[in-house]
């Protein structure tokens, strides 16, 4: 399964800053969000940014599948395709894998990011970096031990200030 994680930075590297406010992101951006979910029709998002985004901004409505990393499995889903799970990122893999899905995209954060690069699942990458410059904030990757290189597949300018950077990442 191809796993392609999406995700808006900061000119320096940064997925969030310290007042939590989406007022840095571009139209352009959700656009972006938006397409790349119904395209692979399996998102995969931590139950922070779960949180952030339900039940009004899901990417999904009533098809596909949505998986939310979380502890607490028992709570209810904002939907019927909303699936809570403390499963391991290659067990989320299988999982997908067994309900049809082909490829999957990683929308934040930096747990769950982490997360899947730590288990070298992670196939594609797309950045899309806005113009600004967060002092304080999430990276967009915490405590992972490795080094991975990329290959630059494309360049898009977006809009006047915001370009997308696809990478792909070579197999170690
Ligand atoms: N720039 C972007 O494109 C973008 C996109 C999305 C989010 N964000 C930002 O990212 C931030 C959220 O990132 P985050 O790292 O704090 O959170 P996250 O990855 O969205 O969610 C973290 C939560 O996921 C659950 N989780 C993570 N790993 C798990 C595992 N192995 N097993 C079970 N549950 C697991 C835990 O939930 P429980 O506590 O419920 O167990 C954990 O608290 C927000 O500030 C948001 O604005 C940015």
């Avoid at 007022?23 to 397409?35: C, P, V």
Wanted: net charge negative.
């Amino acid at each position: 399964m191809k796993i392609i994680i999406y995700l808006a930075s900061s000119a320096n590297g940064k997925i969030s800053n310290n007042r939590n406010v989406p007022d840095w992101l571009s139209q352009e951006y959700g656009r972006g969000f938006m397409e790349i979910s119904q395209k692979t029709g399996a998102v995969i998002m931590g139950k922070t940014t779960y949180n952030i985004l339900a039940p009004d901004y899901l990417p999904l409505q009533n098809e596909g599948t949505m998986v939310v990393l979380t502890h607490d499995t028992t709570a209810t889903p904002a939907k019927p395709n909303v699936v809570f799970t403390d499963k391991s990122a290659r067990e989320i893999v299988a999982l997908l894998e067994s309900k049809g899905h082909q490829e999957a995209v990683i929308i934040g954060g930096t747990a769950t990011v982490s997360e899947f690069i730590r288990a070298g699942l992670v196939n594609e990458i797309i950045l899309v970096v806005e113009p600004v410059l967060f002092g304080m904030g999430l990276p967009m990757l915490e405590d992972v031990d490795i080094d991975l290189k990329l290959d630059l597949s494309e360049i898009k300018k977006l809009n006047d200030h915001t370009v997308q950077l696809h990478y792909q990442v070579q197999v170690q």
